[in-house]
């Protein structure tokens, strides 16, 4: 037995015949230039010594490889490039056996697709997830997958970028063995001298031919897959071209196939969907990475009380619920506690009634519920979420209730919307503890949570909030107390900005319209109608006093709701539902009131062209989130782009509002915002941080790799 440290992070060690090439790059074997480099050099030493009869490769740690280094793009490449490595893999005189174990995805999946023999571990989980990235497999896997698995199911995986479990990896041919030993290099090894001794041939992937029978089945169900994913993938780069290739692999020789893949993905790495969905994939993991984590410890976290059980208390206890934590709902009285309990069943009702829970399963997560009417039953819990009315004297009650109660050291959090959470801390005798954790409805679906942080709140409560969100499955957000904090604060602006667009000319339907074909699900004025035109209706009545009496205010959405129309709630709102449907219908009385309006405001209505709507929204929302990050309200520009990703349907492939400000060009923003301030210069003051920036010659980005 002999041990060498090859180029520095593939380790390769001679047992028997068998050379073993490991894989150590932690945290997941991402495959960078030297493992690259490390590879080819495991496949050279193999084939110049004699002793050698099998290569096995495997990973160190908790991953076979996680895929390439998503770090290095955008940066030169570096050779050799990952498709010269399968190829060198897959062309080796020695027997080539991959033994994956944890994630084997991408570069990963295709590194094994490119040995002769596969094993998986059965706890292993396999993709080709590069379309999440804006990408195709780019080493030949959309030309391998489809050989190994069939062009039907190789597509699927390919597109959905699912990670297939280790059992049906086998099924459907991707794998030849499942692994039970202790290690995948025990098993590996094993089935490594297994092949040997039975003489197993060099079997290699590129090598599989089809029947032309079976070719054109191949090419009769590409067609339809090309038809569903031209309907499906909204305006997304990649998708298609992974259709591209496949169909390239059944049409052309490997060779001219491979050439054609590389093509291929170089134009979906030039895209800027990639950049967008690189940038998220990053923000997603940076968001977690704030000084009170890194300080701290979190708190103890095995019980939650939830206070109120209405929208957003009974989505809450759902989601503590499913991260299985013991919740003790507090409601007002005996009907409400009632109805508290049954918002919380609906949800597991719901997941019955479609098949995806049973009812034994639903008891078993209901046992964990307990509900009271009592403030002394959250004596013992280590954590309280307050959701009740948005009213800040009913929401000091409550926490005045919860000092009296709870343990010393629990934390107490509220899940507010809007209001001053330093003053909620204030009225307490123990400001320490008290935290922000605004969830967005539906709380058990959305994936924002965005964690505010008062002045007097120590460190391990916010570590504490972090660690709750990682419980629950939530991408954390750190916001500093302010109105409306990141999210909401920033749709304010960009709200009113669309409100502005309607009153000068813009009909509701145009600037929905603009803002779905820019990638969102929905307009805003279909949000609106969807969440109830009253939530905002009451919210501009209390901040009616507070107004300034200069600035622009549009009345359009007043006069709608003064008629009870508050959406599809009540049938009608911006658009008609007509018999409870949930696709409005442009309403032509709508259109009569916003003309009264304009008269009445003296405004001559212009014209707006869909990329007019979209300068001027996106401006809007830029221009606050710059402000946002200015006033250390959002810590990194990243923050902003994540909250948006992940609680208002930004399009990921945009990578969020500053990264796509930075695409677009900080200096065009900004040169935007000061044509249109000619208009309007209350609302459209450029924010001082956009303005430093475009100065200094420098992006967003700078911000987020400054931290
Ligand atoms: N490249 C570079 N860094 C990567 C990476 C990759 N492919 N995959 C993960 N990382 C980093 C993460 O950024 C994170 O870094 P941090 O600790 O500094 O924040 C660290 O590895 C750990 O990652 P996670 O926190 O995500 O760990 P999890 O255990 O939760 O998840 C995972 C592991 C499922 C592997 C997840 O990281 C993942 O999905 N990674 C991306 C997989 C992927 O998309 N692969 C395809 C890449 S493109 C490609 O291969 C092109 C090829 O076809 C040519
Ligand atoms: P809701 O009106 O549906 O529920 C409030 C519940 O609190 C009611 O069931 C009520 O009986 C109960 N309640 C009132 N006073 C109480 C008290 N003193 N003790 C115990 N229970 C009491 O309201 P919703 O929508 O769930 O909102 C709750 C909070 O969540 C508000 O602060 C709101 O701003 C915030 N929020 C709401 C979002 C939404 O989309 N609805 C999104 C994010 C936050």
Redesign the pocket.
């Known amino acids: 037995m002999s041990a060498s440290n090859t180029p520095a992070s593939v380790r390769t060690e001679l047992r028997g015949p068998v050379l073993i090439a490991t894989l150590d790059s932690p945290?997941?074997n991402?495959?960078n230039v030297e493992l690259r480099r490390g590879l080819i050099a495991a496949i050279e030493k193999a084939e110049a010594d004699a002793s050698v009869q099998a290569v096995l490769l495997v990973g160190a740690g908790?991953?076979f490889i996680?895929?390439?280094?998503?770090?290095e793009f955008g940066q030169s490449p570096q050779p050799p490039s990952?498709p010269e490595v399968c190829n060198r893999i897959e062309a080796c005189s020695k027997l080539v056996v991959a033994a994956m174990h944890g994630?084997a995805?991408?570069?990963?999946l295709?590194v094994a697709m490119a040995a002769h023999y596969r094993l998986a571990m059965r706890d292993a989980k396999l993709g080709l997830?590069?379309v999440?990235?804006g990408?195709i497999?780019?080493?030949g896997?959309t030309l391998r997958a489809p050989r190994l698995m069939g062009v039907g199911p190789a597509v699927d995986l390919m597109l959905s970028g699912r990670h297939m479990g280790a059992v049906e990896a086998q099924a459907c041919g991707l794998v030849d063995r499942l692994g039970d030993d202790d290690s995948a290099e025990v098993a590996g090894l094993a089935y490594a001298l297994e092949l040997l001794q039975q003489g197993a041939s060099m079997r290699r992937t590129r090598d599989a031919s089809a029947t032309s029978a079976e070719r054109s089945e191949s090419l009769a169900t590409l067609a339809k897959l090309e038809a569903e994913t031209a309907k499906k993938s909204r305006g997304l780069f990649s998708p298609l071209k992974v259709i591209e290739s496949v169909r390239n692999g059944l049409e052309l020789s490997f060779d001219e196939a491979l050439k054609r893949e590389r093509q291929l993905?170089l134009q979906c790495i030039d895209s800027p969907q990639r950049a967008g969905l690189i940038h998220a994939?990053?923000a997603e993991?940076?968001v977690v990475k704030v000084p009170e984590a890194r300080a701290a410890q979190p708190r103890r976290l095995a019980s939650v009380g939830v206070v109120g059980g209405g929208i957003m208390g009974a989505g809450i206890a759902v989601s503590l619920l499913d991260a299985c934590l013991p919740v003790t709902m507090i409601e007002r009285d005996e009907a409400s506690i009632a109805r508290g309990r049954a918002n919380v069943e609906k949800v597991y009702d719901g997941l019955i009634a479609k098949g995806r829970m049973t009812s034994e399963a639903k008891a078993a997560v209901m046992a964990r519920f307990s509900g009271s009417i009592s403030y002394d039953a959250l004596a013992q819990v280590d954590l309280v979420i307050e959701a009740v009315f948005e009213d800040l004297d009913v929401k000091k009650a409550v926490f005045a209730e919860l000092d009296r109660v709870c343990k010393p050291g629990a934390v107490l959090a509220t899940n507010t919307s809007y209001l001053d959470i330093d003053a909620i801390a204030a009225s307490i005798s123990r400001p320490q503890d008290v935290i922000g954790l605004h969830f967005f409805s539906p709380a058990h679906i959305m994936k924002l949570l965005e964690i505010v942080v008062p002045a007097k709140v120590s460190a391990d409560v916010v570590a504490t909030a972090f660690n709750l969100a990682n419980k629950l499955k939530k991408v954390p957000v750190r916001a500093g107390v302010c109105d409306g904090f990141i999210g909401n604060r920033i749709l304010a602006v960009y709200r009113q900005a669309a409100d502005y667009l309607m009153e000068d000319g813009a009909s509701p339907y145009e600037i929905d319209a603009a803002v779905r074909e820019f990638g969102y699900p929905m307009g805003p004025f279909q949000m609106s109608d969807l969440a109830g035109g009253d939530i905002g209706w009451a919210t501009r009545k209390r901040r009616a006093a507070t107004r300034n009496p200069k600035a622009r205010y549009v009345q359009i959405a007043d006069r709608i709701c003064e008629r009870g129309w508050f959406g599809q709630k009540t049938g009608r709102g911006y658009y008609l539902y007509p018999q409870g449907s949930r696709t409005g219908q442009p309403d032509p009385e709508v259109q009569a009131i916003i003309d009264a309006e304009r008269e009445r405001a003296g405004i001559t209505p212009r014209s707006f062209t869909a990329d007019e709507i979209m300068r001027r929204y996106m401006a809007a929302m830029i221009n606050e989130g710059a402000n946002v990050v200015d006033q250390g309200i959002a810590l990194r520009p990243l923050d902003v782009d994540a909250t948006f990703l992940y609680g208002y349907g930004f399009p990921r492939y945009r990578g969020g509002p500053m990264k796509y400000a930075d695409m677009v060009g900080l200096d065009q923003v900004l040169a935007d915002i000061r044509t249109f301030a000619k208009e309007d210069p209350l609302f459209w003051q450029p924010s001082p941080l956009l303005e430093r920036l475009v100065d200094e010659g420098k992006n967003f980005d700078s911000l987020n790799r400054a931290q």
């Open positions: 945290p997941v991402a495959l908790r991953a996680a895929g390439a280094d998503i770090r990952l994630h995805l991408g570069g990963g295709e997830p590069e999440q990235l990408l497999p780019g080493a896997g993905f994939f990053f993991r940076e």
